[in-house]
């Protein structure tokens, strides 16, 4: 099966190829390229970059492939003003990170909106190779047209296109090797042995561990019995591989252009001594092929056409169980609990410790999932000049279609606990039973998308004006496998641009559409924005100045909306659920009932973003200095709450859904490059970027609490609460004098809190605001480069400020639930060590008193991490004559090199599970 999908896709992008170069062959140089390299990507078209007034930001996916990320949206740290990437896990196949724009303005709902060539899709699994530019769309003059659903902004991503001339074939290979940044680090069984006959003495209990035991761990002379397992040693490697090959062929005549791309990708996970013909048990690997094949044909002088049919074939394999359980238990179970593997060769267990790492890994067999994506889209494009010079009408369908097949071999394992008989003698003590494995091989998932849009434009120049107007009709149905109404959006929109002498710009953007999700007859909505531009250099009091280049004014404000409210679909509609029923008749006959659920809301409808944005832009020192800057606001309302936390529940139903909520939402985004390039070959370049956004909850339905410090209405969306700890308590007199804590009785050495409402008792109610949210309110970028001659060395930082990140479970807790100690816990507080400690008394017992949410636990996340660095030659001309090839290009380069922050015991985007890689890669490209 997986074979006749890679064939086929070789077969469908090398009969584009052939088809687009005889045609461009047969037809006449007569026809204009459909392309203008001048334009820059906007809503539903391309418009000239002096002409844009609204905010966005833009990037080739040249710059991107530097970053070697398998995941594209992985490569976009920092790169997009404005546009916040929120790591996600390292797992290969599953690495794919949230996307914000201009931070949080809502607090339900705030998935971002992507599109690939002007229809809405999913774009991670897409390679640099294949992108022309990554758009990102920020205020309401960018996002009017979306209407409904623009208000969190709207990435959009370009694929490459042929250009006329002479077939162009690249090829490039890469190989690599990658590793966690890095893992959690944990005490050995002697230090861990040590301290937990501390914690057994605070609690008034007897030591475990004797003076023999804690010498054999010390020695380790006793490795069955008294073993000291690193469990992230036994299950991972030290570095996994991960390869990538892509093949691309472009070219044309001003008639038929073509573009062709072939891409494999491998990314191996870390896990040790896995199966390589996954038959028992398997790594955790990601086999991707991506194709490509976009055509362009002039048909006639005023008809053109294009035919774009990508697709992918993406296959993950993993071991039996799910990646968070193996990390879980590597970090909860201690290094003395017990071997990896008895003298027999079975696989170490205890009674309250079942899940033996290693035996997660290779002896809970295979799992896999294979995806199946295609996307086909056509387009036809017709001059109308017979009628008016600069009018045209064109019309576009697209398909796309997702599958997603399991293949799973999953079984389970005996682990054993081994113990000493009273003769001496070894007993193994038995948990769990081996079993063959169970096969399920199907159907896991599936979606479907169709898109019509038809457009008509207008682009004429009269005299010093210039006229630019879209209007323009789109429909999507979006179908996903056991839903059986598909969700559904229609609607049209508009845009006219006019200038006036090239100084002087003015625009009109509108959306008007509707969601099904809605009421009927309250399911469209209208949302305008109004922009405007003031091109200064063109001004004569300006163009004396000869260092100015370029220099802009722009401002925009509009309506967006946001039909992604959150919460159940239909939230109009009243739900009835099964619940207790009753039994009747002698024979007692059951009957079962129906509950009324919360009410339904016939006035609901979607969030409000009213956007305001002022921005200036230039190029000074003929363009070798330029600057970006906008500032914003934004006012979201009709956020969606319910008033059940604030009206009494004896009303004796579930409240709807209202909206009611209010966000406000501020910022700011700067960029400033030079670039310098001289006689001698020499050039460098440094471009620096910076976003700053900061939301305030206004209203969201709280319940009335007894203090206002208390109320999350005020602060920030995700602003942690919890308790202010102002040290440890030195003895029992000073627990008399202080307030008295209830959350658990308190002993020398735990942590105190303060009393924020004077009652003299520390409880919920003394819960304040601590730190920051987890998403930083500044991110920061830093990209850097010098060239001489072939030689070519560049660096890209990325860092953000005004973070918070809470530690807890068994990450820095030592012996919670039975789990392991971090080196933290060397801190402890204890009668000599009480000035100086770092960490409370170790206790054995739940502490709900030291392990819960406050300032204690909470670290700084701001961080810098070094994203990518390469190092590059490209051989002289000359010499890639020899072999024929117009161009050579070698390279090592790397990923998440380095990492400065505060956190230290972990990663400080990801704390738990499947960590952040770094890579060093070496590659090679080549042109012919």
Known sequence: ???????????????????????????????????????????????????????????????????????????????????????????????????????????????????????????????????????????????AM??????????????????????????????????????????????????????????????????????????????????????????????????????????????ARFFVLLNVLKNTGLYKNTDRKREENSNANFLRYNFRSNVDINVTKRLSASLDLAGRVEDRTYPGTGAGNIWDNMMLIPPNAFPVKNPDGSYGGASIYRNN??????????????????????????????????????????????????????????????????????????????????????????????????????????????????????????????????????????????????KYIAELTFGYNGSENFPKGKRFGFFPALSAGWILSREAFLQSAGWIDFLKLRASYGLAGNDQVGGRRFPYQQYYYGGNGYYFGTDNHYAGGMDEGSLGNPNVTWEKARKANIGVEGNFFRNRLNFVLDVFHERRTDILAERSSSIPGYIGVGLP?????????????????????????????????????????????????????????????????????????????????????????????DIKYKDQNGDGIIDIYDEVAIGKPSIAAWTFGLHTGIRFKGLSLEAFFQGATGRSVMLQGPLVWAFVNDAKAAPLALGRWTPETAATATYPRLTTT?????????????????????????????????????????????????????TIDAVKLTDPEVLIGYPVMKSVNIGIRVQM
Not at 91 to 114: F, K, Q, W
Not at 182 to 209: H, I, K, V
């Open 846 to 898: 739940a502490n709900d008193n030291n392990y819960r949410a406050s300032d204690f636990w909470q670290r700084n996340g701001n961080f810098l991490r070094l994203r990518n660095v390469e190092l590059g030659y490209t051989l002289p001309a000359k010499v890639s004559k020899i072999v024929s090839l117009q161009q050579t290009y070698l390279y090592v380069n790397a990923v998440n090199l380095f």
């Open 357 to 502: 790492p290693v035996g997660l890994v290779l002896a809970k067999g295979v799992a896999s999932t294979h995806d199946r994506n295609m996307q086909a889209t056509m387009r036809l494009k017709y001059d109308l000049d017979q009628v008016t010079k600069g009018l045209a009408i064109s019309g576009a369908i697209s398909f796309n279609n997702w599958f997603r097949g399991n293949d799973d071999k999953q079984k389970d394992f005996a682990v054993y606990q081994l113990l000493r008989g009273t003769s001496g003698d070894t007993i193994y003590n038995k948990f769990g039973d081996n079993t063959t494995a169970s096969v399920n091989d199907g159907q896991n998932n599936q979606w479907r998308r169709t898109n019509t849009l038809f457009n008509l434009t207008y682009d004429r120049s009269f005299g010093k004006s210039d006229i630019n107007a879209l209007l323009q009709y789109q429909q999507d149905v979006y179908t996903i496998s056991g839903n059986n109404v598909p969700f559904a959006h229609q609607g049209a929109g508009g845009r006219i641009t006019y200038s006036y002498s090239r």
């Open 146 to 255: 979306y209407g409904m659903r623009g208000a969190n902004g709207v990435l959009l991503v370009t694929t490459k296109r042929g250009m006329a001339g002479k077939p162009k074939i690249t090829f490039g290979a890469q190989t690599g090797w990658q590793s966690p940044t890095r893992l959690p680090e944990f005490l050995d069984s002697y230090n861990y042995a040590t301290l937990y006959n501390e914690a057994r003495r605070n609690d008034g209990q007897p030591e475990r561990y004797s003076a023999a035991d804690l010498e054999a761990y010390r020695s380790q002379s006793d490795p069955y019995f008294h073993p000291d397992v690193n469990w992230y040693d036994e299950v991972l490697k030290k570095s996994a591989p991960m390869s990538n090959y892509q093949l691309n062929v472009s070219g044309g005549n001003d008639n």
């Open 657 to 749: 859904s209202e909206n009611i909520g209010i966000v406000n939402n501020k910022g700011l985004e700067v960029s400033l490059g030079f670039e310098e390039n001289n006689a001698k070959g020499i050039g460098y370049f440094i471009n620096a970027s910076a976003s700053y956004a900061h939301n305030k909850i206004e209203y969201m339905a709280e319940a009335q609490r007894p203090f206002a410090y208390l109320n999350r209405t005020g602060q920030s969306i995700g602003q942690p609460f919890g308790l202010q700890a102002i040290g440890f308590f030195k003895d029992e007199a000073e627990i008399a004098a202080s307030p008295r804590q209830t959350f658990a009785p308190v002993k020398p050495g």
């Open 1 to 143: 099966m997986q074979t006749r999908h890679k064939i086929f896709a070789v077969f469908i992008s090398l009969q584009s190829l052939a088809f687009a170069h005889a045609y461009a062959q047969q037809l006449p140089d007569s026809s204009r390229s459909l392309r203008d390299s001048s334009r820059l990507p906007v809503a539903y078209g391309l418009q000239p970059a002096w002409q844009i007034t609204s905010a966005q930001s833009h990037i080739s996916g040249d710059q991107l492939r530097p970053s070697s990320a398998a995941t594209l949206s992985n490569a976009l740290y920092g790169r997009l003003p404005g546009l916040t990437v929120l790591q996600g896990s390292g797992e290969p196949g599953y690495d794919v990170p949230g996307l914000a724009i201009r931070g949080l303005a809502s607090y339900r709902n705030t998935d971002i909106l992507t599109f690939v060539d002007g229809f809405e899709s999913p774009f991670d699994q897409l390679t640099a190779d294949e992108i022309d530019k990554i758009t990102v769309l920020k205020d309401a003059a960018a996002t």
